[in-house]
Structures are given as structure tokens and as C-alpha cells.
């Protein structure tokens, strides 16, 4: 235990020469504020790094993870990330990154506690209680629980969608897209699900806030 402390800490100093022989004014340049395009809201999973996914550089990506990438609308920790993502770094995008083989929505197809952790992955069936008839009728149990990470993401970007922070910059003209996607551990590329969303017309009527 204690050499894995100490080599993390041997590596950190490796890391530092590294990017100061390419550039001595690296980290002061680092230290001046960050201007990231995109907000990346994804999965607490140690194998799921967002900056290294996309080839992203410290200071591109502002980032929030939580079991299984939610949107949950009581969620301060989200909604504090989000609004100073959104109102005063400005992003532009905004990404729902999930992950095939979460375990997350994996314990949201069973019944087995775990801990506390079954007060957040209740949240997570409430997604699958809504899509039940159409999930239930996959046999092979790897599609279904494929076809469950992918919906999940879905739903959390018309979650995100549906928040007041997303609708007041689209009410302001700001120029916002909510993305979903999934990442795949074996294979390190990202399917983009092709939802998409720039406006809260694209929301059921019920959602879209006035202002």
C-alpha cells in the first residue's frame, strides 16, 4: 500500500518535467484561468477518463462524474457544476457520457443491496420502470443491458435539458448543445446516440419553462 503511495507521488513529479521540457511556461500559463468549451458529465468509473477519451489538454473539459452519469434535478453538486459551467465559463456543449458494462445500471437491473448506494440507483430504475415493456422483451441479457446504458443516456440529456440553468441560457441566446453519448471499455471509441439538443422546443410542452 504504501509503495503504490509512493510511486503515485514519484509519478506526479515525472509528469511535471515532462510538460515543463516541452514548455517552461506550462503550468503558469495553466495558473492564468481556464475558457473549456465543454462541460463533460459522466460516470464515476476508474476507467472512464474524460480528458483522455477525447485527447483533451487540462483546462479544455470542466467535468463532473457520479455513479452511472445522472441528471438528478435535487442534486446540488450537479447543478452547482452545471451552473458555473453553463453561466459563467460559457460552455458551449455539454456531453452525457455513459459507459457500457456500468455497474450502475447493471445493479438497477437487480435486486441486491448493496448500501446506500441503493438510494441513488433508485433513480436509475425509475429510468428502466419507464421503458420496461420495451427493455423486458430483449432476451439475450447483454443487449438488454447494452440497450439500458444507452436509454439511460438518453434520458439524462432531456433531464439535463429540462433544468432551469439549460432553458434560461437557451431563453438568453446563448449557444448551448446537450450531447449523449456512450463510451465503449473494449474498444475506446464513443458511439454518439445521436441526441442532440439546442432548444427546449424539443421538449414535451409540459417541461419548457417560461421566463
Not at 38 to 44: A, D, E, H, M, T
Not at 60 to 75: G, K, P, W
Request: proline letters at 2%; charged letters at 20%.
Amino acid at each position: 500500500m504504501k509503495a503504490f503511495y509512493q510511486q503515485i507521488l514519484e509519478n506526479n513529479k515525472q509528469w511535471v518535467e515532462s510538460k515543463l521540457a516541452i514548455d517552461e511556461n506550462y503550468f503558469a500559463d495553466l495558473a492564468k484561468g481556464q475558457n473549456p468549451p465543454l462541460l463533460w458529465i459522466g460516470c464515476s468509473d476508474s476507467r472512464v477518463p474524460a480528458n483522455e477519451i477525447i485527447g483533451a489538454k487540462p483546462g479544455e473539459v470542466f467535468v463532473h462524474r457520479n455513479i452511472a452519469n445522472m441528471i438528478v434535478h435535487s442534486d446540488m453538486n450537479m447543478l452547482s457544476v452545471l451552473d458555473y459551467a453553463v453561466n459563467v465559463l460559457k460552455v458551449k456543449h455539454v456531453i452525457v457520457c455513459g459507459h457500457y458494462g456500468c455497474g450502475g445500471v447493471k445493479a438497477a437491473m437487480g435486486n441486491s443491496s448493496i448500501g446506500i448506494i441503493d438510494n441513488w440507483i433508485r433513480h436509475i430504475k425509475d429510468v428502466y420502470r419507464l421503458h420496461k415493456d420495451y427493455l423486458d422483451s430483449i432476451e439475450d441479457e447483454t443487449t438488454r443491458f447494452n440497450t439500458f446504458v444507452e436509454i439511460n443516456v438518453k434520458e439524462q440529456v432531456f433531464d439535463l435539458s429540462k433544468t432551469s440553468i439549460v432553458q434560461g441560457a437557451w431563453k438568453n441566446g446563448q449557444d448551448l448543445m446537450i450531447h449523449g453519448w456512450v463510451y465503449g471499455l473494449n474498444s475506446g471509441y464513443v458511439t454518439d446516440l445521436e441526441v442532440n439538443i439546442s432548444s427546449n422546443a424539443e421538449l414535451d410542452e409540459v417541461y419548457q419553462l417560461k421566463f
